[in-house]
Each structure stands twice: as structure tokens, then as C-alpha cells.
């Protein structure tokens, strides 16, 4: 409670470096965005989305 979704992936991804992570979000600034990709591996999914592309981003990690 009281975190963001950045600061939770900042907590929880040194911790376990090979936890496949998606940010579901509404917003995200462009070097935020990058910033999350390169150094953690997090996928997001952008807001609005349907269960169609969730299904197929969490298919994609799975199978990575």
C-alpha cells in the first residue's frame, strides 16, 4: 500500500532477478518506460487493454 508500480518493480526485482514482471498502466513517460524495459526485463501493458493482449503478453513470457 502506498507504492507505485515503479517503486514495487524497484523493490522486488533485485530480490528476484529472474521474475518475469508487467506493468499494467495508463501512463508511462517514454524514458520511464525504457528505463523499467532495460533494466528490469518489465513488459508493459498499456491501458486500455482487452483480455486478448494480456493473454498474448503473458503467453509471450511464458514462453520466452
Not at 501512463?27 to 523499467?36: D, I
Not at 491501458?47 to 503467453?59: G, Q, T
Amino acid at each position: 500500500p502506498g507504492m507505485t508500480g515503479r517503486q514495487l518493480i524497484e523493490e522486488v526485482a533485485p530480490r528476484w532477478p529472474h521474475l518475469k514482471i508487467i506493468l499494467a498502466t495508463g501512463y508511462l513517460e517514454p524514458v520511464e518506460r525504457e528505463s523499467l524495459e532495460r533494466a528490469h526485463g518489465v513488459r508493459i501493458l498499456q491501458k486500455p487493454f482487452n483480455l486478448a493482449e494480456a493473454a498474448d503478453l503473458i503467453s509471450s513470457l511464458l514462453n520466452a
